[in-house]
């Protein structure tokens, strides 16, 4: 799958495309439903079909210190809009130039001129151009004047409401991981190289795969239920993963710590990613280590019985 970057020229192939414009972040349903009439009307034409994605979001831009929120990489939303059936994905690398670009100009110059997109699908809401300022309305305007068509899809709803990445953020954060896999289609999950730790689980009967959290949403800190993908082989692995700063131990580090069931390879160096099945428990000190591995003994057991009854 071809990755573009926003700043060069379209490859002539790819000029042409339908494009799904979005940040697309957690590509959760109301982004497939948007990316899917992009892909269906690309399809039904004999057109290239793109899907775009903003790094960094422009949040992270306007507003460099808030705390991480991504729930994806630009690695996994490639996986992703592969597996959705588009042709290629668009990063829009958001920084002053772009930030400054009008509404006007974005279309005009951006999507007409240095894409020669055919058409552009987006959600009711999103808003592009300097201050925002550009909506559907003034795509469907003045793109139209210059040969650009464009599509709106309504929101997707659930029960509950909108669904949206802030209530997949927030369920995340609420230790809610069900609702977030609804939401998303998939489970949450974290992708890293496999560190080099302190060795402390290995002491304790229960060795571990160390991953940093980095730039990823941090979900509530506690034990998960979770599988692991082991990214070179495709392997997957049942386990249970403690993820925050490690209270029983000094100092405080912030880990996302997978022990697998019944593994006993090397994971050291290899990509792996784990997902978010169930929350157990929130993290907590105990009076002892011996007291520590009675707990980590009921929670692989637990985690064992939630991840066989999900496999049934």
Not at 198 to 222: E, F, V
Not at 267 to 282: C, D, K
């Amino acid at each position: 799958m071809r990755w573009l970057d926003h700043r060069e020229p379209m490859p002539a192939a790819l000029r042409g495309a339908v494009i799904a414009l979005g940040n697309f972040d957690g590509f959760h349903k109301g982004h497939q439903a948007v990316a899917g009439e992009a892909i269906r009307w690309a399809h039904k034409e004999g057109r290239p079909s793109i899907i775009a994605t903003f790094d960094p979001h422009p949040v992270r831009f306007f507003r460099p210190d808030v705390p991480p929120f991504r729930l994806t990489t630009l690695e996994q939303r490639q996986e992703l809009y592969l597996a959705a059936g588009a042709t290629a994905m668009l990063v829009f690398h958001f920084d002053k130039e772009l930030a400054s670009t009008s509404a006007e100009d974005f279309i005009a110059e951006i999507l007409v001129k240095r894409f020669g997109a055919h058409g552009v699908v987006t959600g009711g809401d999103f808003t592009f151009g300097q201050g925002a300022k550009g909506n559907v309305e003034l795509l469907r305007t003045l793109g139209g004047e210059l040969g650009l068509a464009s599509r709106v899809v309504d929101a997707v709803e659930d029960a509950t409401g909108v669904v949206s990445s802030s209530r997949i953020r927030e369920a995340l954060r609420e230790g809610d991981p069900e609702t977030a896999t609804s939401l998303l289609t998939r489970p949450f999950a974290i992708r890293g190289i496999v560190e080099h730790g302190d060795k402390r689980g290995r002491d304790l009967g229960y060795p571990t795969a160390n991953l940093s959290i980095d730039k990823y949403l941090r979900p509530r800190y506690g034990i998960y239920a979770v599988t692991g993908r082991i990214l070179a082989t495709g392997q997957v692995l049942n386990g249970a993963a403690s993820i925050g700063v490690r209270p029983q131990f000094t100092p405080p580090k912030e880990l996302l710590e997978p022990h697998f069931f019944d593994f006993s390879g090397d994971l050291y160096g290899q990509e792996i990613e784990v997902a978010f099945h169930h929350f157990l428990r929130p993290e907590a000190k105990f009076d002892s280590l011996d007291a520590l591995v009675v707990q980590m003994d009921k929670d692989c057991e637990e985690a064992r019985r939630l991840l066989s009854a999900r496999a049934r």
